[in-house]
């Protein structure tokens, strides 16, 4: 039986390629991915178990409209609240948008630590802590 252990890559189509570049570059060096792959108009990222690739969009290709049919929302797993934390104050000195500061979400399950912001399309992103994720042997424990 074929079983999936993780997602190796997820490929996002932005409006303006060197716009979106610069706001990935940044946020993904953060993250503690590299650039890996440069192929003109497509640039892929690597952190050793996932790669994020951005494209640019065809022309004439309509805008994403958050609600609409399709992605919703790209979510990085991070390694402490802490970490969480640090996400928001780097997305406030880049100036991006943030839909929700970093908080706790006790509904979502037990230690869930999140901040949402918008990639320039307005695709919404999230970084994140899960204690309850850790707790199950799902990653390793918070560094201290």
Do not use: Q
Not at 8 to 28: A, P, T
Not at 119 to 125: N, Q, Y
Request: net charge negative; aromatic share 14%; hydrophobic share 40%.
């Amino acid at each position: 039986m074929a079983r999936v252990v993780g997602i190796d890559h997820i490929v996002l189509r932005v409006s303006d390629f060197e716009v979106s570049r610069r706001f990935y570059d940044r946020l993904l060096s953060f993250l503690g991915f590299v650039e890996e792959w440069d192929l003109g108009r497509t640039v892929g990222w690597n952190n050793g178990v996932t790669m994020v690739w951005v494209v640019e969009a065809d022309a004439g290709a309509k805008p994403h409209h958050t609600g609409d049919i399709g992605f919703h929302h790209y979510a990085f797993e991070l390694d402490s609240n802490a970490a969480v934390d640090e996400l928001g104050d780097f997305l406030k000195r880049e100036g991006v948008k943030i839909v929700d500061p970093p908080a706790d979400y006790p509904s979502y399950g037990e230690g869930y630590r999140a901040v949402f912001f918008l990639d320039p399309d307005g695709l919404k992103l999230e970084g994140m802590y899960f204690l309850e994720k850790v707790k199950r042997g799902g990653r390793p424990p918070e560094p201290k």
